[in-house]
């Protein structure tokens, strides 16, 4: 279901910035909160959701309740996404992430 999108699991899992979201024996989607630097109190949050059981919410739920746990233990959560992911962008901005930043690529000949 992740294809590349855990860095390094197992060390992930560990560190207990993995979340999972079960219906019965039914993996939904799976959540992740990373620090972003050392130091520094922002953490990144993001998930995916199995291609089954997208466009029902599920994410929107997910990036919700990570947004919760970062801010019950001060953390400051922050997302993106690929510009070119407009369902990622809908879903971070249903869970209430507003977007700061846009890219623009310009080549010079």
């Not at 060390?11 to 079960?22: A, G, M, P, S, T």
């Not at 939904?28 to 199995?50: A, E, K, T």
Request: glycine content about 8%.
């Amino acid at each position: 279901m992740s294809g590349d999108f855990f860095e390094k699991l197992e060390e992930q899992v560990v560190r207990k910035e993995i979340f999972v979201l079960y219906s019965n024996d039914i993996l939904l989607g799976v959540g992740v909160i990373q620090m972003v630097f050392q130091g520094m109190n922002y953490y990144d949050i993001g998930m995916i959701v199995d291609k089954n059981y997208r466009n029902k919410g599920i994410g929107t739920y997910i990036i919700t309740k990570l947004r919760k746990v970062c801010c019950q233990e001060n953390l400051v959560p922050i997302c993106g996404c690929w510009y070119c992911n407009h369902a990622s962008k809908r879903t971070l901005e249903k869970s209430g992430f507003i977007s700061n930043h846009r890219i623009i690529t310009f080549n010079f000949e």
